[in-house]
């Protein structure tokens, strides 16, 4: 019986830990925005709102390169890279420098994926597409998940993601810069996705 004990007491010593995952600290929720971070380790990031609309929409507003210094925050320019598809776009990223942090640039693509009744857009980092240059630091180990869920009159929209920002930052500042920047996006999509040209294109980006 004593045997038995020590054998079922091995066992259960035995067993590795199962690993909890950090948890989610939200701010509070603005004009129907919801955010919360947590270090995984690395920071990551989430987002939510309610968009009038249909979510192909997004696609085409994501898709198009020309809106972005509209909707990401000191996003310098963008451009579209050979090779990108209707269901599969690569792009070329730069940001401006806000002191004191330098000029940054990132490569990513994007593949939409149909899941059950929603839409999801997986980003991933392509850095290897474009070399590097000294003018700018690169971000890296970008991934994200744009979840485009419908729903009446409209779509929930998701965003969770982390990246590398490359360089030397307190993690103070990182943190701050990338909440400020995704709260911007998710603000101005508001406005991005009422203009008619997305509208119009609507069931182009079901093709």
Known sequence: MHFLFAVVLFVLVA????????????????????????YNPELEVKASAFYPGKPESFLLLLKDTKSVRRWLKQSEDAKLLEGSTESHWKVYTRFQSVWPVSPRDMVTCADVIRKMKSLLVQISDCSDLVPETKDYVRIRDVKAVWTLTPKDQGFDMQYQGSAHPGGELPK???????????????VAFKTELKRPAYQAKTTQANR
Not at 172 to 186: E, I, M, Y
């Open 15 to 38: 067993q590795p830990a199962v690993a909890t995952e950090p948890t989610w600290t939200s701010l509070k929720t603005k004009a129907g925005i919801s955010l919360s971070y947590r």
């Open 172 to 186: 103070w500042l990182v943190k701050q810069l990338t909440l400020s920047s995704l709260r911007a996006s998710f």
